[in-house]
């Protein structure tokens, strides 16, 4: 399976919202020793594409989506967000992790509206707005609780909403749903395809669920165990949309597509194992 | 209040009643000749209620429970402020955490009871040598717990908070405040007891009023009634201050999921 290069226009910017060159990451590990996570290897999303990246455990999805954040700077390689080289931290995005980021001595109101009101919007303004977006993500009479009242998937919705009230442009999640049991990640991920539906942003989306990564996104890439993880799969997802994240595992093309990628990780995630590193 | 509440409480003081039923039988029944617990050596309970009703009557103890109080809560305060501004400061500054870090050390092993004769010499017998003595108890619980408060910020909210795009005086504000404020608050019962402990200490070593001194003046004519009267009202004044930290507590920790859980 070839994997597309990002494609650069005449003054060598490549296009897309997301556009990561012959990225290589290591990290040092006492002494000189370096450990290379992540072997030189290239993603781009483009402006309203939905990619979900999936891989074995420890082989670096988390630390490529933290270098398309911009809280980690590549060894080598290039970072470039909507044509323009990344210096500090990705402000364009929204980041979505899978540890709870919300402030737990803040409402669930305060911790949406918190991020207008670092923005210089009066307290009134930031105060409806986070409640316009609590009730878009089904919360709106949870303002007032504090996120050690809510359940998980609550949480989840509260990030949600912390994210989105600054509309970014670009939407990095790093296995958001993962600490969800089954049935509330299907909902949750209805809810962001419900919400990404609405203006489309490009979404970056990093799990260990081939399943997830099928029902949600547009495309799906397979990296490849670690050291010196890469990119080695990239697979459309042409899968109808608007799609409900659990049904959709019900179509007959996405059990082909399953397979079909299946294939390529399981032998991926043997390597994993057999390293012992699981 | 519940039944189990009102069960516990029942309980409670039936353990008070039997511990006061033994000092006065110990103390006034002779088991073979001996007394269990002497008199000279243990006072009695009717003697000690009657001086302590005798203190609260003639209004002699206001004033030392006063001066002690104003001790307490300057010692807390001034540690307090002091504790929190270092432990930020050398929270933000490795390099000045990891310079002073013996001395520090040094400070900390150093029992304070040894300082109160140089505090004593340096501040004079009024409140502030008493004062002092809590400040070196309290600084030290508070900063080491806001220093661990600043530096234990979980990463993921940390993270977070960046890349909503707080810049560095938001964070300080929104994210390190509250939650240095938190361990400063988890520790109020250590700090506000320790404050209390310098307090007294330093009355019972050199003063002219407060509770140690009451109880050091009585011990110095081996007035035992007097010694424990002192005692059970330090002890109920803890008691109330501890209460009273609790009442604080609850009310500016709402957010915290031990201090909900299980209140009414």
């Not at chain 1, 109808?240 to 299946?262: C, E, G, M, Q, V």
């Not at chain 2, 243990?42 to 609260?56: A, H, N, Y």
């Not at chain 2, 810049?167 to 506000?192: C, D, G, I, K």
């Amino acid at each position: 399976m070839a994997v597309p290069m990002p494609t650069a226009d005449a003054a060598g910017r490549t296009g897309g919202a997301v556009a990561l060159t012959d990225i290589s990451i290591d990290f040092a590990i006492g002494g000189h020793a370096t450990y290379k996570a992540v072997a030189p290897t290239s993603l781009a999303v483009a402006e309203g594409e939905f990619v979900a990246i999936v891989g074995p455990t420890g082989c670096g999805k988390s630390t490529l989506l933290n270098v398309a954040a911009g809280l980690l700077k590549p060894t080598t390689g290039r970072v470039e967000i909507f044509g323009e080289p990344l210096t500090g931290l990705n402000l364009k995005a929204g980041y979505l992790f899978q540890q709870d980021g919300l402030m737990p001595w803040k409402s669930a109101l305060d911790n949406v509206a918190i991020t207008l009101e670092i923005r210089g919007a009066p307290r009134a303004e930031a105060e409806a707005a986070a409640l316009a977006w609590l009730t878009t993500v089904g919360l709106a009479k949870f303002g007032d609780r504090y996120p050690h009242q809510l359940s998980g998937g609550q949480r989840k919705r509260v990030g949600l909403a912390q994210v989105l009230i600054r509309e970014p442009k670009i939407l990095l999640m790093d296995e958001p749903f993962g600490p969800l049991d089954a049935q509330t990640r299907q909902i949750m991920g209805t809810l962001l395809l419900d919400l990404w539906a609405v203006d489309r942003k490009a979404v970056l989306f990093v799990t260990h669920d081939l399943e997830e990564a099928i029902a949600l996104s547009d495309r799906v890439v397979i990296m490849s165990a670690g050291p010196e993880a890469s990119i080695i799969g990239d697979y459309p997802i042409d899968l109808p949309r608007p799609r409900d994240a659990a049904d959709i595992r019900l179509h007959p093309r996405f059990h082909a597509l399953h397979k079909a990628i299946w294939a390529q990780l399981k032998a991926e995630v043997i390597k994993t194992y057999d390293s012992g590193r699981v | 209040m519940t039944r189990s509440g009102m069960k516990l409480l029942a309980l409670q003081i039936l353990v008070g009643v039997c511990a006061i039923a033994f000092w006065h039988i110990g103390s006034q029944v002779p088991i073979g000749g001996t007394y269990l617990l002497p008199e000279f050596f243990f006072s009695t309970p009717l003697d000690v209620g009657q001086r302590i009703i005798k203190l609260f009557v003639t209004g002699t103890i206001w004033k030392h429970l006063w001066i002690t109080l104003t001790e307490t809560a300057l010692a807390f305060a001034i540690g307090a402020a002091g504790g929190i501004a270092v432990g930020f400061w050398f929270a933000r500054k490795p390099l000045l955490a990891a310079i002073f870090d013996p001395y520090v050390k040094m400070i900390n092993a150093l029992p304070r009871v040894v300082l109160a004769p140089i505090f004593m010499l340096w501040l004079g017998l009024g409140i502030w040598s008493k004062v002092a003595l809590g400040v070196t108890l309290v600084f030290f619980i508070v900063f080491f717990n806001v220093y661990q408060g600043v530096k234990e910020v979980s990463p993921a909210i940390l993270a977070n908070a960046r890349l909503i795009g707080m810049n560095e005086r938001q964070l300080f504000r929104h994210v390190y405040w509250p939650s240095a404020l938190s361990w400063v608050f988890s520790s109020l019962h250590t700090s506000v007891g320790f404050a209390l402990v310098g307090a007294v200490v330093g009355e019972y070593l050199g003063s002219a009023a407060g509770l140690g001194y009451l109880i050091h003046q009585a011990e110095g004519v081996f007035d035992t009634t007097g010694v424990f009267a002192g005692m059970f009202i330090l002890s109920a004044f803890v008691l109330i201050m501890d209460w009273a930290v609790t009442r604080i507590e609850n009310r500016l920790l709402v957010w915290r999921p031990q201090s909900t859980a299980g209140q009414p």
